[in-house]
């Protein structure tokens, strides 16, 4: 099995389970995670994640769906594995593991010695398969492959566990203490909260010791002044949760760092705040990007020496250039200008089929008369048309509608804004005389309520909106399946919108993300369900490009051939292997995973497409195919050498020739 569909079913939008469950602090299993471990994964139903994984396995590899089947009904309560140390220094190496029995204990075992005596496990043991002995009052789950490993595993309380520590099993059992465990540690509570609650979902990953290679490496590349100035050696550990049980679909990544100030955390999230300027933004607005700042001017200042670490040049450059219109213009662009832009900043639109129609970009300004006289000067410099008219209480300009470009630009209370057009504009004005601004929105109000107070960034997804809009741009040309259309209809009509935020605490960096469930009960199920069956629509069509380009590297290289032998094409594939023009593995199916090493003596016959030699070949004659139709329809090239993807009877009939002239 890849890890990246753990991963990706790790990450995704997991099915509903039912309504908000009350939960205590942490599971008895997650209870068991040890407090020296580099790397814990925990999942409070597996199930879920196991159950659609199988859809995304392709018919062909059905003892590949067979085993995922029986994982799903044999780890459908929590289940953890840690990971401590790593196999490079073996005496302190070991794996734990954990899991609340859903069946009889010597059900479970049993079906788990079954399970390991798969194909797939023979598959992911490198050809051997595993096996579950008994040892006494213990089982022993023997896993091979190039570093064996065996968990001495107990049961006791509805509860295995395991580790490759015979004592930490004996001591167990036995009702001892074990060694510290992580819910216990500081590490834990600086990452996941004082008082958590046991997460649908849980990543934990030990930074420190990969943080040496990588500053290795970026000596390699000599990016070493990025590595310091981004600070990326004050890197300690990360945490990743998921809830999807809840009404909300909540994820956050929560990142420790060492103490100090600047680098990374500084670069994402340069201060927290209130979030307060969306109060300028009308409610129907699709999205909206929300950063925070000190000053411009000391974000600028950061972005120097970021840039300075890579070339010096650039920043000398730039300093000159502001001598230089601080002579021209009587104000320095750095400090007086950008240093103007204090406290937050965002960037808004409206979408539709064809793009962003309309824009916002504001920011709050510690003195907007300076401002003002700062525009004023460009433009008297500059000789730029502004058109000037208020509308209400505020003043507004705009160059002439022959000037080109066309925007809107404004002071209104504290905040610099500059929008799309002037009509834009209005409707900001008339928000804030009518007090129907984003803030009050539903859909902003149903995620605020879930994320930190005080954040750096903030962005906000209206779904409802570009779901709408997805509906709106399907055309004849884009047939995406019936479930997503009637998915995507639902959340049309709902309130559903997203939100992700980047803040800092002291020694952390924070990203928090909520889905609102404004879409109906069962829409993230239908969501997954499509999700999943995409995937295994994506993995096909994948594999059919990776065949596609194999028979076009043959029709080109046989084309070659031709061009140097007066028009005849080769005898055989062999010969392409066997002069060079194509490696052995381009004669291999993407669609199958063959043992059977392919080589110059048995391409011929080992080969996934078939050949046909000849001399002076019609452009339009079929000359390399592969071997068999897959969903009616297979890869044919062409003596012009262009590849076709063909169906139904034609496809049929072109096989059934091309497997009689072949050789």
Request: hydrophobic letters at 45%; glycine letters at 8%.
């Amino acid at each position: 099995m890849k890890a990246h569909r753990i991963l990706f079913c790790m990450l995704a939008i997991a099915p509903v389970t039912g309504a908000k469950e009350t939960r205590p602090a942490h599971s008895p299993v997650l209870s068991l995670a040890p407090a020296d471990a580099g790397v814990i994964v925990y999942a409070d139903k597996p199930a879920g994640l196991l159950g659609p994984l199988t859809a995304t396995v392709p018919a062909e590899e059905a003892d590949v769906r067979a085993s995922l089947k029986s994982a799903t009904e044999l780890f459908s309560g929590p289940t953890l594995v840690a990971v401590v140390g790593t196999p490079m220094a073996l005496g302190e190496f070991r794996i734990e593991f954990a899991t609340r029995l859903s069946r009889p204990e010597i059900d479970f075992f049993k079906k788990l010695d079954e399970l390991l005596l798969t194909e797939l496990a023979k598959d992911v043991f490198g050809g051997s398969a595993g096996k579950v002995e008994s040892s006494g009052l213990l089982r022993i789950i023997r896993l091979p492959g190039p570093l064996p490993i065996a968990l001495f595993t107990a049961a006791k309380d509805g509860i295995v566990y395991g580790s490759t520590r015979r004592a930490n099993a004996e001591a167990w059992l036995e009702g001892h203490d074990l060694d510290e465990r992580f819910v216990a540690s500081d590490e834990y509570k600086r990452l996941f909260g004082e008082k958590p609650t046991t997460p649908d979902a849980l990543v934990y990953f030990d930074l420190r010791p990969f943080i040496p290679l990588l500053e290795m490496e970026a000596g390699r590349q000599g990016l070493s002044s990025v590595f310091s100035t981004l600070e990326l050696e004050r890197l300690e550990s990360a945490g990743l949760t998921a809830q999807w049980s809840t009404p909300e679909l909540k994820m956050r990544l929560a990142v420790a760092m060492a103490d100090g100030e600047g680098g990374l955390a500084e670069l994402l999230a340069p201060r927290n705040g209130a979030l307060e300027i969306p109060s300028v933004l009308p409610p129907d607005y699709t999205f909206f990007v929300r950063g925070a700042f000190c000053t411009a001017a000391d974000s600028w200042n950061w972005l120097n020496d970021l840039l300075d670490a890579v070339d010096p040049d650039i920043v000398r450059e730039f300093n000159q250039e502001c001598a230089e219109f601080r002579n021209d213009f009587g104000f320095d662009p750095h400090t007086d200008f950008l240093g103007n832009f204090i406290d937050e900043w965002m960037f808004a639109g409206r979408i539709d089929a064809t793009g962003i129609r309309q824009w916002v970009t504001a920011a709050r300004v510690a003195n907007p008369d300076l401002f003002r006289s700062h525009v004023a000067a460009l433009t008297a410099a500059f000789e730029l048309p502004f058109a000037t008219w208020t509308y209400g209480d505020v003043f507004i300009q705009a160059p002439p509608p022959d000037a080109g470009p066309r925007f809107a630009m404004a002071c209104i209370d504290d905040y610099m804004i500059v929008t799309s057009d002037s009509e834009a504009m209005q409707e900001i004005v008339d928000a804030r005389s009518e007090g129907t601004t984003a803030m009050k929105s539903r859909g902003l109000a149903s995620l605020t309520r879930h994320l930190p107070k005080e954040t750096s960034c903030f962005v906000f997804a209206d779904l409802a909106q570009l779901c709408n809009v997805f509906v709106d741009a399907v055309g004849n040309d884009c047939a995406p399946p019936a479930e997503i259309i009637e998915l995507m209809r639902n959340v049309a009509r709902s309130k559903a919108a997203a939100g992700v935020t980047v803040s800092t605490a002291p020694g952390l960096l924070a990203f928090d993300a909520v889905l609102s469930n404004a879409m109906g009960s069962d829409a993230r199920q239908v969501l997954w369900e499509s999700l999943t069956a995409s995937l295994g629509a994506s993995r096909e069509q994948s594999k059919r490009l990776v065949s596609a380009a194999n028979v076009k590297g043959i029709v080109v290289s046989c084309l070659i051939h031709a061009n140097e032998h007066k028009g005849a094409w080769p005898d055989a594939m062999s010969q392409l292997v066997r002069d060079g023009s194509c490696a052995p593995e381009m004669f291999r199916s993407p669609f199958q995973d063959k043992t059977t090493a392919l080589t110059v003596d048995n391409v011929d016959r080992e080969s996934y497409y078939l050949y046909r030699p000849g001399t002076g070949l019609e452009p339009q004659e079929v000359v390399v195919c592969e071997r068999e139709l897959r969903g009616g329809g297979a890869n044919f090239g062409y003596a012009d050498g262009h590849v076709e993807w063909v169906e139904g009877d034609r496809a049929v009939q072109l096989l059934a020739k091309m497997k009689q002239m072949a050789n």
